[in-house]
């Protein structure tokens, strides 16, 4: 299993890290070439107007779009999530706009308003996973066929999947829980099982 980690800016270290620990092959991602023969691929938290920029930069949009679109599993956490999205108010040029979610940059505030909370997450066993919210983002809308994985007290949702696609509003990679990680491992798994014949050159 290769899971790819976009390096072009951000925590993209932290989420290897724990891939790796999680017996994962990680490979850092900065070109379009490096897409070839991922199994999924993670896209950080950082700055999400940033990424944006950097993604046409190298190139690495389209390509990006094109995979996902034939079953790439992808998790954006964060930024990322911002980027995943099909409406991110804020950002001055399009992100990869493929999970069918509306998503607020910096809904909780500056960096001083950033907390830890547990929260469950739908599919996820072993109890509530930790939280860390830096400059998080908060998921105004979810439609269909994307769905609500988790949401805080208050109804804010901060995790939300749509089939090979999750985006969480927080860092999973800054705690030593590595469920989600592991979780994404299985929908990425499973998306390769799942590919139809003519797609087995990417994968």
Excluded: W
Aim: proline letters at 5%; aromatic letters at 4%; glycine letters at 10%.
């Amino acid at each position: 299993m290769v899971i790819g980690v976009l390096a072009l800016q951000g925590d993209f270290e932290e989420h290897a890290i724990v891939l790796s620990r999680l017996g994962a092959e990680v490979r850092e991602v900065r070109a379009a070439a490096d897409l070839e023969g991922l199994t999924g691929l993670i896209i950080p938290g950082g700055e999400s107007t940033t990424i944006t920029r950097l993604l046409t930069a190298y190139g690495l949009l389209e390509p990006l779009r094109e995979r996902i679109d034939d079953g790439l599993a992808v998790m954006g956490t964060c930024a990322g999530a911002i980027v995943l999205a099909q409406h991110a108010a804020g950002l001055d040029r399009p992100g990869i706009e493929r999970m069918a979610i509306r998503v607020k940059r910096n809904a909780f505030g500056r960096q001083r308003d950033s907390f830890e909370t547990d929260i469950d997450i739908a599919g996820i066993e072993g109890g509530p996973v930790h939280a860390v919210f830096i400059r998080a983002p908060v998921i105004e809308g979810v439609d269909p066929p994307a769905r609500i994985l988790a949401s805080l007290p208050d109804g804010r949702v901060v995790a939300a999947r749509q089939g090979n696609m999750i985006a969480l509003a927080f860092h999973p990679e800054l705690t030593a829980d590595t469920r989600v990680h592991a979780y994404f491992l299985q929908v990425a798994s499973a998306s390769v099982a799942a590919a139809p014949a003519g797609l087995a050159h990417h994968v």
